[in-house]
């Protein structure tokens, strides 16, 4: 069993580091926040007072971090887990963030000899509850083997896609398809009620067929009660398709449909929606759908 490290005890961290304590593994955690501190004591994470005590007690450092900023912040700052990890440990960064950044801790990290592999995570808060998530690696081959068995305990889909920054993209790629899903979903909604069709046997057949999906599955009941406690944070939701869209011109790809939905993201979030739930993109189709009070 491994010594884990963990920083970033949010929505998404404070469940997977509780799976890696159930799975036996020591974990010791670090937050800015007492109250996420406390959170996850409750569910057996040790708390450490420094980022310098996390990593002096790890085998593994993993952080989940809001924002390409913060993970830089934590890794490469002075007092950051790079200036007292060593060759022996694996840096884990499974917060989403830009692939270039990725990129550019790991061949930073790599000049003192210290492996980081990039493993963002898809399958949202109930993912990270159940275990289920699925994780996407960039790195060395060497570094992903050494990390197997932390990785399976927060997750299900575990795959190792490439070097360092893949990951990242990989998970901009995922991005992609669950912010169109999202508006497809989110009109079909508006779509049926306005039909007078009864939505949750309507979604309950969609669901068995082609239309069926996992953003269907997990984020239809939020829509049709406009119940949008976050989950995943519109916030970051808009982080993660400025990634998208920059990226895509990066390479010289259109993102016709993409683009447009990161417009709709741009949108909530500046009407004030940026802690509610992704699924309330379906705010946006309401509002061009329907007279406003
Ligand atoms: P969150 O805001 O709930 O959690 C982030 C945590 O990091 C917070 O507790 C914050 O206090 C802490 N933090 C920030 N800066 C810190 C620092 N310098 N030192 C220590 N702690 C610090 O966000 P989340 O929803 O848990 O998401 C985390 C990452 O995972 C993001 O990159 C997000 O895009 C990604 N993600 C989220 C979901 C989801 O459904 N919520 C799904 C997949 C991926």
Redesign the pocket.
């Known amino acids: 069993m491994a010594r884990v490290g963990f920083?970033?005890?949010?929505?998404?961290?404070?469940p997977m580091a509780a799976n890696l304590v159930a799975a036996g593994h020591t974990v010791v955690g670090?937050?800015?926040?007492t109250a996420?501190i406390e959170k996850a004591a409750e569910r057996g994470v040790l708390s450490a007072s420094s980022?310098k005590d996390v990593v002096e007690e790890s085998d593994f450092v993993i952080?989940?971090?809001?924002?390409s900023p913060?993970?830089e912040?934590?890794l490469l700052g002075e007092d950051g887990v790079l200036a007292f990890a060593t060759k022996e440990q694996v840096i884990i960064d499974?917060?989403?963030?830009r692939p270039d950044v990725a990129r550019a801790i790991a061949q930073k990290a790599s000049v003192r000899g210290v492996a980081v592999l990039d493993a963002?995570?898809?399958?949202?808060?109930a993912?990270?509850i159940e275990g289920v998530?699925s994780i996407m690696v960039g790195g060395t081959a060497e570094a992903f083997n050494k990390a197997s068995e932390v990785f399976a305990a927060m997750g299900k889909t575990i795959v190792h896609v490439g070097p360092a920054g893949s990951g990242q993209t990989v998970?901009a790629a995922n991005q992609l398809m669950v912010a169109t899903n999202l508006q497809g979903l989110a009109e079909a909604v508006v779509f049926l009620e306005a039909h007078g069709v009864s939505v949750a046997p309507a979604l309950e057949v969609l669901g068995g067929g082609l239309a069926g999906s996992t953003v269907l599955a997990r984020k239809s009941k939020n829509m049709m009660t406009r119940e949008f406690t976050?989950?995943?944070?519109m916030d970051?939701?808009h982080?993660?398709m400025g990634i998208v869209t920059s990226a895509a011109r990066e390479a010289g790809v259109s993102l016709l449909v993409g683009s447009l939905v990161a417009q709709v993201i741009a949108a909530v979030v500046a009407q004030g929606g940026a802690t509610l739930d992704?699924s309330s993109m379906i705010t946006i189709v309401d509002k061009l759908s329907r007279p406003q009070d």
């Open positions: 920083i970033g005890l949010g929505i998404m961290g404070t670090f937050s800015r926040r996420s980022i952080t989940m971090l809001p924002d913060d993970v912040k934590v499974m917060s989403t963030i963002p995570v898809s399958g949202g808060e993912g990270a998530l998970k976050p989950g995943f944070r970051l939701f982080k993660d992704q």
